[in-house]
C-alpha cells in the first residue's frame, strides 16, 4: 500500500501530466519558448530535456540528444514500477545537491537509456512537495523540471 507522501507526489504528477495534454497547439512534447529556460536547454515544467549526453559504466557515450521524460512521469503518476531494486525507493541526497529535507522527502525512479541493458544512469527524484529534478550522469548533477 501507498504512503501519503507517495500518494501526494504521484497526485502532483497525474494533475502535471493532464494539465500537459491540455495543450491548445497539439503538441504534447515539444516545450513552448521561454526566456526563462537554462543554459543546458532543460525548461521548468517540460517533459523533455534538450541536449543530453548520457554515459554507460564503461564512459562510452550510450545516448545523445534530447531526453523525452514524458513515459517516465506517466508510469510514476501510475504508480508503476521499473524492476531496478531502488525504483521509487527514498533517496537520500548523500551528494548534498538537492534541497536538504528530511530523509523520506525525496524519491529516486530510474528513467532507462536506449542502448543500455541496465538501468543506467539516468534517474528522476521527485519531492513530496511536487518537485522533479533530473540527472543523466547518476546524481552527478541535476536539473530542475519542476
Not at 114 to 139: C, F, K, M, N, W
Amino acid at each position: 500500500m501507498l504512503n501519503k507522501p507517495m500518494v501526494l507526489v504521484l497526485l502532483v504528477l497525474a494533475v502535471g501530466l493532464a494539465s500537459l495534454l491540455s495543450f491548445q497547439d497539439g503538441s504534447l512534447f515539444a516545450p513552448v519558448p521561454d526566456p526563462g529556460r537554462d543554459a543546458a536547454g532543460s525548461e521548468h515544467g517540460s517533459l523533455v530535456v534538450r541536449s543530453v549526453e548520457v554515459r554507460d559504466m564503461d564512459g562510452r557515450v550510450a545516448w545523445r540528444g534530447d531526453v523525452d521524460l514524458a513515459s517516465t512521469l506517466a508510469r510514476i503518476a501510475a504508480g508503476e514500477s521499473d524492476p531496478h531494486r531502488n525504483d521509487g525507493g527514498v533517496f537520500q541526497n548523500r551528494e548534498g545537491l538537492l534541497p536538504a529535507r528530511s530523509r523520506g522527502y525525496y524519491r529516486e525512479y530510474v528513467v532507462r537509456t536506449p542502448g543500455i541493458s541496465h538501468a543506467g544512469p539516468q534517474r528522476l527524484v521527485v519531492g513530496s512537495g511536487g518537485e522533479v529534478y533530473y540527472t543523466h550522469d547518476h546524481y552527478r548533477s541535476f536539473r530542475r523540471l519542476r
